[in-house]
């Protein structure tokens, strides 16, 4: 009996570290086939009926917490059964809604995740406005609120404790996939408060960590890369203010869908409530920043991208997968790749190519052919970083 055992534990030894055994660059590769052949690809579209149908259900059966004050962030949550335990929380970019992403909730439960938390950032989509009786008279007679705060950091805090709050409803703590702006607002979460920060894995999709300079006129691009003054110039050309700030609204920016996502129904999800096939159903206001919002992401941006505040984050329990667009006309995709190669092992990058449309920044509404090579590389980093979490 004894050599049996012995002889059993030789074989069970061999069978996890022998030659058969796949590395975590193996498995996270053979996820990859097998998450994308379960998503649709280019010759088996989703229909603009089947994605508008998808979105409705979920944001019918979606749960909206209550703000804890009038400055507070929100969470919507996307469930299976009660009795998941497998969080996910999603932290959008800027001028989101967590509506917007009911799609890629539907997706990542139907892997097996969940509940899928969605975070309103405080000033933003269903957070309503950080300034609650600051309402701006618009040209014909619109309100509108603007996307404000009184400092960046303020929307790390509202993330750190939105983690601890789903860590304490759930009993584990969520796993992150955070987009554009959010990819800043998680790295600063880590770096503030880093021995509380309980995130258990993170994904970075089109992190904003440096702007292209490209010669086409945009708002974002010129505030961001601070040159203010020719940002004011085109933003009060679009803008319906009459104030002093300037406020972005999606509606109102000259930005085209065709500069952010090659998939226009998708795109409109992101709109609002006038232009949203989902209307007041999900969106009750109109998603606007001002100026002075992004002269605070900029700084809070520029900080997060100091050396020393990066070395907080490299001692870490957690790895980084980055997920950038070939395409991305927003973002200076070398920048992100030089950050995640001073992580070292514990960040890799994944670029989500683009035949035969352009996968660009908003991967996560893009064609089915790019956003299921987003989706797969976000589901295989959790898979095989947090296997025991993993369905």
């Not at 089947?50 to 400055?71: A, F, M, V």
């Not at 001028?95 to 969940?114: N, P, T, V, W």
């Not at 997060?304 to 991305?328: G, H, P, Q």
């Amino acid at each position: 009996m004894v050599k049996f055992e012995i002889a059993l534990g030789t074989i069970l030894i061999l069978a996890f570290t022998g030659p058969a055994a796949l590395s975590k660059t193996q498995s996270y590769e053979r996820c990859l086939q097998e998450v994308q052949a379960q998503l649709p690809k280019e010759s088996q579209e989703r229909s603009n009926a089947e994605i508008s149908n998808i979105y409705y259900q979920q944001i019918r059966n979606s749960e909206l917490t209550e703000p804890e004050g009038s400055k507070a962030a929100r969470l919507r949550s996307f469930r299976n059964s009660e009795q998941d335990k497998r969080p996910i929380l999603i932290v959008p970019g800027f001028k989101e809604a967590s509506s917007k992403y009911a799609e890629m909730a539907d997706d990542l439960i139907r892997f097996g995740y969940g509940p899928i938390y969605v975070l309103d950032h405080r000033g933003q989509g269903a957070a309503g406005p950080y300034h609650p009786n600051r309402k701006i008279s618009l040209r014909g007679g619109q309100k509108a609120h603007p996307s404000d705060i009184g400092s960046f950091d303020q929307m790390a805090e509202d993330l750190n404790r939105m983690i601890q709050k789903i860590g304490m409803e759930t009993g584990v703590s969520p796993q992150l996939i955070a987009h554009s702006m959010g990819t800043v607002v998680v790295m600063r979460a880590a770096q503030l408060f880093k021995d509380n920060f309980k995130a258990k894995g993170i994904v970075l999709s089109a992190p904003v960590f440096k702007i292209h300079n490209v010669r086409n006129p945009n708002i974002f691009r010129d505030a961001l890369n601070s040159d203010r003054r020719k940002a004011w110039r085109i933003c009060k050309a679009a803008s319906p203010l009459e104030t002093k700030d300037c406020l972005l609204c999606l509606s109102n920016s000259p930005d085209v869908p065709d500069d952010v996502t090659s998939h226009q129904h998708r795109f409109l999800f992101g709109q609002p409530a006038d232009k949203n096939p989902l209307g007041e159903q999900a969106m009750q206001f109109r998603l606007c920043g001002t100026l002075s919002f992004l002269d605070k992401y900029n700084s809070a941006r520029q900080e997060m991208m100091k050396a020393e505040n990066l070395e907080l984050i490299k001692s870490s329990s957690f790895s980084l997968r980055v997920i950038l667009a070939a395409e991305d006309t927003y973002v200076d995709n070398s920048e992100a790749r030089k950050v995640c190669n001073s992580f070292g092992s514990k960040c890799q990058v994944t670029e989500v190519q683009s035949p035969p449309q352009k996968c660009q920044h908003e991967l996560f509404i893009e064609s089915d052919a790019c956003r299921s090579q987003a989706i797969a590389a976000a589901v295989c980093q959790l898979r095989i970083e947090n296997p025991k979490d993993s369905p």
